[in-house]
């Protein structure tokens, strides 16, 4: 059969049209926007937009409680605070994530420790996390990454055994079920982000879900300087160090108009990524996302995996070939391990003073399969505004990468 020619060898592009877009914020945004302006007042404690946005945050979610914030690093800082986690304790988390993840587990004076995930879910290994966990081990940070559950039901027993909390990162997974119950509720909390590149937006913000009052009462108070706002609290006495880190009318009005278009942007990413693991499958030299039995992706990008072996080329000249041809597509992700950041290895976190994280000897090879995940996968990004044509010429530009490449 004759070789079909490689834009990137001078021949013609799979993908000859523009991807489709949409404009994100429009009209219903605007009118929550004016709504809650004419409340005369922009601090949550006083407007709606915010509470109205915990209420229908949460009661989709199936939990009592959700609390806004400023960011997905805030969710999570806000979430370690209501736990507890102190100077010296140990959080075991996922090598593959966002600073957002890590710089609260810092900011708290405690130690991430780094489990190793499964070579193509990128999730955690249950079975590496309990091999982490040590007298000082408060917390396991469960990263949900790509739109993709980790196995949160091994995870929660694995916790629950040694009287840990679980906190599920779920920055990147809105809308994403697991077992039938809707992400971040399966740990005692779970952290949204609303930056700029998630699902959904209001420019930046946060929140968590928890079905637990007394943790909730402590998100609230960690997103306020731990000041109460309750009508029956006494006075404003913190009793333990927490930030401002509070959702202002405005970003909730947009957050809030954005969060009632998530179960149609969810459902067109996963019609559209659901199609393209069907029909990539079998392509040469490409491992596709697996997805554990139960699990409802949300699918916030596709990540790949290049044979090597198979394809005789790097994951780098994979996507070079299929950038050539069009695709959105880039290689390594992150690049490395997050406990490859200098802040780790130079132990340099204050500029001044020793972290506690400084005791910990952060190295390349800690989490092999990690590091294998990011020496060779290639990310596709993905929107909920892609249509069958740019699916059709997507499956033939990596069809074609992988049967022209290496050979
Ligand atoms: C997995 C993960 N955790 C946390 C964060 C932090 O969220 P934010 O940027 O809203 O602080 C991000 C953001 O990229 C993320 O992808």
Not at 56 to 82: D, N, Q, R, W
Not at 282 to 289: A, D, E, H, K, M
Request: charged share 25%.
């Amino acid at each position: 059969m004759e070789r079909v020619k490689l834009a990137i060898d001078g021949g013609a592009k799979a993908k000859q049209t523009p991807y489709g877009r949409e404009q994100r914020y429009g009209a219903e945004e605007l009118e929550q926007l004016r709504e809650a302006l004419e409340q005369g007042t922009l601090f949550y404690a006083q407007g709606e937009k915010v509470r109205q946005l915990e209420a229908e945050f949460a009661e989709k979610s199936g939990v009592p409680y959700a609390v806004c914030c400023t960011s997905g690093t805030a969710a999570i800082h806000s979430a370690l605070m209501a736990v507890g986690i102190s100077p010296g304790e140990e959080v075991i988390t996922s090598p593959i994530t966002d600073m957002g993840t890590l710089s609260p587990i810092l900011y708290q004076g405690a130690i991430p420790i780094f489990a190793d995930l499964h070579p193509h879910t990128y999730t955690l290994i249950p079975e590496s996390v309990e091999a982490c966990i040590t007298p000082r081990t408060k917390a396991v940070i469960a990263v949900n990454l790509a739109g993709n559950a980790c196995d949160l039901d091994a995870l929660r027993e694995i916790c629950n055994r040694h009287n840990l909390y679980l906190i599920e990162d779920c920055a990147q997974t809105f809308g994403c079920r697991y077992k039938g119950r809707p992400i971040g509720t399966t740990g005692d909390i779970g952290c949204f982000s609303f930056n700029e590149y998630k699902h959904i937006s209001c420019g930046d913000g946060g929140i968590t879900v928890t079905r637990d009052a007394a943790l909730a009462e402590r998100l609230r108070l960690s997103t306020d300087k731990a000041y109460s706002r309750r009508a029956d609290a006494p006075e404003r006495r913190p009793t333990f160090l927490a930030n401002n880190y509070r959702m202002t009318e405005l970003q909730g009005a947009v957050a809030l108009a954005q969060f009632r278009k998530l179960d149609s942007i969810v459902s067109r990413r996963q019609a559209w990524c659901g199609e393209l693991s069907r029909r990539l499958e079998g392509v040469r030299g490409i491992t596709l996302p697996e997805i554990a039995e139960g699990v409802e992706p949300s699918w916030w990008f596709y990540m790949m995996r290049v044979d090597e072996s198979q394809m005789g080329v790097s994951a780098d000249a994979v996507a070079k070939a299929l950038q050539a041809e069009g695709l959105p597509i880039g290689a390594h992700y992150i690049g490395k391990c997050v406990y490859e950041h200098p802040l780790f290895t130079n132990k340099s976190a204050f500029a001044r003073a020793p972290h506690a994280c400084d005791s910990y000897d952060y190295r390349a090879g800690m989490c092999p399969n990690a590091e294998a995940i990011l020496n060779t996968c290639i990310t596709l990004s993905v929107n909920e505004a892609y249509t069958q044509s740019d699916l059709n010429e997507t499956v033939e530009g990596i069809r074609k990468v992988g049967e022209g490449l290496g050979r």
